[in-house]
């Protein structure tokens, strides 16, 4: 998870999210209200799609999904991969405090590394040796859990900007 995300609050214009997204390098970000609440999500496309819109909370997209802290990060990968989305905020109660992205999830594979004789998991950039738990030399291997990557894309239904799912 990235924690400290950035947002815009509802009431901000348009042309002040442009600015922002622009301004980071990013395609969308959270919407949230005076308390830190995530109300919406907007992207690039929301602010192309809906060029009548003044403010973020006009523009936004209302039904986002979302996850809690303790999410698991298998719960996070199943929705990246079969809601096609390409990030996903985490909320705690209704507060806002990080979003997961795919590339979040393709730095935990990079990371994490499986003892091919107990089972025991390890982080870091490179395998522990001997594993410290059953004490093998060597046996880590990177995850085999397939990489949440871009190969998941469908061209149409999805908004090209957030990958959000568009209404039909
Ligand atoms: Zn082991």
């Not at 980071?24 to 602010?47: A, K, N, T, W, Y």
Request: proline content about 9%.
């Amino acid at each position: 998870m990235t924690p400290n995300v950035i947002s815009v609050l509802e009431d901000a214009t348009t042309r002040e999210v442009a600015q922002v997204l622009d301004r980071h390098r990013i395609s969308g970000l959270p919407v949230c209200d005076g308390e830190g609440h995530m109300v919406g999500l907007i992207s690039e496309f929301d602010l192309i799609a809906k060029p009548d819109a003044h403010t973020a909370g006009q523009a936004m997209t209302r039904d986002v999904i979302s996850v809690m802290e303790d999410t698991s990060v298998d719960e996070v990968r199943y929705l990246l991969v079969n809601r096609r989305i390409k990030r996903v905020p985490v909320l705690r109660g209704q507060r806002l405090v990080g979003i997961v992205s795919r590339a979040d999830l393709v730095r935990e594979i990079a990371l994490t590394w499986v003892c091919q004789v107990c089972g025991h998991t390890d982080r870091g950039k490179d395998p522990p040796d001997p594993c410290p738990k059953c004490g093998t030399p060597s046996g880590f291997e990177p995850t085999v859990s397939p990489p949440v990557g871009e190969g998941a894309e469908v061209p149409s239904r999805h908004c090209p900007a957030c990958g959000q799912e568009l209404p039909s």
